[in-house]
């Protein structure tokens, strides 16, 4: 069984199982955070990774300006105030269902969701030659291509596009090198979920640098 979470608390307003991990390993606040604040910080995790992922800021910030409201005066919030971690739910971000649905409404694991993550892997080999079960971007694909497929009826079109957004980024980022291409491993997805840490490996990373 996964260990409990550790402290500090994460707020079941933050549906981000990336973001959720970096406060709870004290690496961002739970609520407000400046933008200048999270985009240095992803950019530094996203660093740590297998062959130094860059990602790019000017991106990021543009995800953390909308992602509490789109209207000018909520976005002049996020610009001059920072990024509300704790009130992302139901924000423009939020896809209400049409993703993994490994977190639930409340933040919860639903430990069905994250087993049908396996129906999409397939076993990979590591760097140093070791087995496990993981998935390619192909793989991320199908998952996130079935996602929005089995939420029709309650989805929007941005959907399938903002997926493009976590999935694919969340591989560049704790992606390991494998010896036919990069993959996630499905060990290390749900330790993220579950008691929302990063992989080892990145962690020794960011705390020797
Ligand atoms: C400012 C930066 C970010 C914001 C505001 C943000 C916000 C969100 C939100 C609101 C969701 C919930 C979407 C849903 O309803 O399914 C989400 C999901 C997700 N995000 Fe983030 N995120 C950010 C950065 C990142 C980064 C850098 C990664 C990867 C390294 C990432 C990976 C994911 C993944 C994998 C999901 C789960 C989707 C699913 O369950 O299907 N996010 N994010």
């Not at 992803?42 to 790019?56: F, H, M, R, T, Y």
């Not at 610009?79 to 139901?90: I, K, P, V």
């Not at 049409?98 to 969701?113: C, F, H, N, T, Y």
Request: hydrophobic residues 40%.
């Amino acid at each position: 069984m996964p260990s409990t979470p550790r402290s500090p608390k994460v707020s079941p307003n933050n549906p981000c199982p990336f973001l959720r991990a970096l406060v709870a390993q004290g690496l961002l606040a739970d609520d407000v955070v400046s933008l200048g604040t999270i985009t240095s910080t992803i950019v530094k995790v996203a660093n740590a990774g297998d062959g130094q992922p860059e990602l790019p800021a000017a991106a990021i910030r543009a995800i953390a300006l909308v992602a509490n409201g789109l209207t000018p005066l909520q976005m002049a919030r996020n610009g001059f105030g920072g990024l509300r971690l704790n009130e992302l739910r139901n924000g423009p971000l939020d896809k209400k269902g049409a993703g993994s649905r490994i977190l639930d409404a409340k933040a919860k694991v639903d430990p069905k969701e994250l087993a049908r993550l396996e129906e999409f892997a397939s076993e990979k080999t590591d760097a140093d030659g070791h087995a496990e079960p993981g998935l390619d971007l192909d793989e991320l694909q199908r998952m996130m291509d079935a996602n929005f497929e089995r939420a029709a009826g309650h989805r929007r079109s941005i959907d399938r596009k903002l997926m493009d957004g976590e999935w694919p980024i969340l591989l560049k980022v704790m992606g390991k090198q494998g010896k036919t291409g990069r993959y996630l491993s499905l060990k290390e997805v749900g330790e993220l979920f579950v008691e929302r840490r990063l992989p080892e490996r990145m962690s020794s990373q960011l705390a020797s640098g």
